[in-house]
């Protein structure tokens, strides 16, 4: 080869990787505000023949991503969804509850105990003066009240509980959407990656689906040397390993002030095999995920794997056992509340 054909070879690989460059670039601006993306690089390396440099050459794009900085964002998506979920429903348990007080000093507070004391007053009024037929009908009203309120706010009280239930049937289903794209994901990786391709687009997919998936319930991962984001319930379940596992919840179709552990809907839990042969051994499933020589903090024990995948959930394909089941709390809050 000419040193003319050699400097023109040089030129286009130049050109060539320039022009990667460029294209990097451009997606880098125009998905700046995209959600879940994050910024590429184009790598390059000198190319060389027998010794004589013959230009350079892009090989591969990858993404800028700390891995520590997304596992604290990660449990960051779940402590933000345990809390938001609280607020909503606390907030809604307290409008049900009144308040003690009012801002509008000629009005008193709407709660029980406001109307409770409304009714006390009423009696003693009454008390004073027996025969008044007036006192006598605001007695009769005041107590007509204290009952209304009672129903009311019992009949709000169960209508929380059955939007918790059905919230959590819900959030299985879109658990299980995200539970099947990580696997789904984690195949179409591994054949880029085969491929000479970049898989960078795809991780920012996957990061996506497992942070929504954290907003929802408290996980545990790590990616494998081959490529697999593996994702564990807090006690060693495992959620997504070679495949997917989905969980099951069903609903209860009403809920009543004479709901409770005894007589709601019996759930059934799929026990794993493997777990299961690794407690006869004596060995307790480890927090996947931590780093080595970590110790083992068992964050949040009882998330999602207690509630779904020991009480109502279903690990499909393994062991069934029916347990009694128990009115759920909301949504976040049980599937993933304390440390």
Same mark, same amino acid.
């Given at each position: ?11 286009? /690989?130049?050109? @060539? ?5 460029? /294209? ?32 350079? &050459? ?32 606390? &907030? ?8 003690? @007080?009012? /801002? ?5 507070? &709407?709660?029980?105990?406001? =109307? ?12 004073? =003066?027996?025969?008044? $037929?007036?006192?006598? @009908? ?9 009952? =209304? ?5 019992? /009949? ?36 880029? $990656? ?59 179709? @009403?809920? &009543? ?56 959930? =279903? ?25």
């Amino acid at each position: 080869m000419s040193s003319l054909d050699i400097a023109r070879s040089i030129a286009f /690989s130049g050109l @060539s990787a320039t022009q990667v460059q460029i /294209s990097v670039a451009s997606a880098n601006i125009s998905n700046a505000d995209t959600k879940g993306y994050t910024e590429k690089t184009a790598n390059q390396s000198s190319s060389v023949t027998s010794g004589v440099g013959t230009g350079v &050459t892009i090989t591969g794009i990858s993404s800028a991503v700390d891995k520590l900085l997304l596992k604290s964002l990660v449990g960051a998506d779940s402590d933000l969804g345990a809390a938001d979920t609280t607020n909503s429903f606390l &907030t809604e348990l307290q409008q049900l509850y009144g308040s003690t @007080s009012s /801002s509008d000093s000629s009005t008193t507070g &709407t709660s029980l105990a406001n =109307t409770i004391a409304a009714f006390e007053s009423a009696l003693s009024s009454l008390a004073s =003066t027996p025969s008044s $037929a007036s006192l006598q @009908s605001n007695a009769v009203s005041a107590l007509a009240a204290v009952t =209304t309120q009672l129903q009311q706010t019992s /009949s709000g009280i169960q209508t929380l509980r059955s939007n918790a239930d059905q919230d959590i049937a819900s959030s299985v289903t879109d658990i299980n959407s995200d539970l099947q794209q990580i696997s789904d994901l984690n195949k179409q990786i591994k054949q880029q $990656a085969a491929a000479g391709q970049s898989t960078a687009d795809l991780e920012d997919q996957r990061n996506s689906a497992l942070q929504d998936l954290a907003s929802m319930m408290n996980v545990s991962y790590f990616t494998t040397s081959s490529g697999d984001l593996q994702i564990y319930t807090g006690s060693g379940q495992a959620l997504v390993d070679s495949t997917a596992h989905p969980l099951s919840y069903t609903a209860l179709p @009403s809920v &009543t002030a004479s709901t409770d552990a005894a007589s709601g809907a019996v759930a059934t839990r799929r026990a794993c095999p493997a777990t299961d042969r690794d407690r006869q051994r004596g060995i307790e499933p480890r927090h996947v995920g931590a780093a080595a020589g970590e110790p083992d903090r068992n964050r949040h024990r009882e998330q999602y794997d207690a509630v779904l995948g020991d009480r109502h959930g =279903t690990h499909r394909g393994c062991r069934q056992e029916r347990q009694p089941g128990v009115v759920p709390r909301p949504r976040s809050v049980i599937l993933r509340h304390g440390r």
